[in-house]
């Protein structure tokens, strides 16, 4: 994924500001909670709303996010205000890199998994380690469920895609069989 200036900007802002503060990790996972929630579509879509007045929108947030810093929603807050809570997948991403990189782990790819069902933590301790093995660096994995795949699995690190998902090879069959048909 390619990280706008804003993004990163806002990122690079945060991650001052929680180092100086101590408060990395905090951080790290209050922006990981805003960017889960903000994959509800009506939760996204009233944030967005410039009609809705903010403190509506904080009675609607709090209970989701339970106890984050308050800073976090001034950060929504800026960002639904000038248009770009769209931004905040991409400061998620762009700050977990900087936090990598002051812990030691420079270099390290994120690896996006997709399954059809959630993975457990030990399947996903050696899947990483099995990437880390073939790429040759150390892998931070995404997991994401897509039931849709029916089956397998779809690793992305990089510019490289490896997909081994049922509905994949599916529709492979089914080419190669429309073919024969004719």
Not at 25 to 50: P, V
Not at 75 to 97: D, N, P, T, W
Not at 102 to 113: K, M, S
Not at 144 to 164: A, C, E, T, Y
């Amino acid at each position: 994924m390619t990280i706008s200036a804003h993004a990163r900007r806002y990122a690079h802002t945060i991650f001052r500001m929680a180092q100086k503060n101590k408060e990395l990790t905090r951080w790290q996972s209050d922006l990981r909670k805003i960017d889960s929630l903000l994959g509800d579509k009506t939760l996204y879509t009233l944030l967005e709303n410039q009609q809705t007045p903010w403190a509506d929108k904080v009675k609607v947030l709090s209970p989701r996010l339970g106890e984050v810093n308050p800073l976090i929603l001034k950060l929504v807050a800026l960002l639904s205000a000038r248009g770009k809570l769209a931004l905040v997948g991409e400061i998620a991403e762009e700050y977990q890199r900087l936090v990598d990189s002051y812990r030691g782990i420079e270099g390290a790819e994120t690896a996006e998994v997709v399954t059809a069902i959630p993975l457990d933590s030990d399947y996903q301790l050696k899947l990483a380690q099995r990437i880390t093995d073939i790429i040759g660096k150390p892998v931070i994995l995404k997991t994401l469920v897509d039931p849709s795949i029916i089956g397998g699995i779809v690793i992305r690190v990089g510019d490289k895609l490896i997909d081994g998902s049922l509905r994949t090879k599916l529709a492979a069959l089914k080419k190669e069989l429309g073919g024969v048909a004719k």
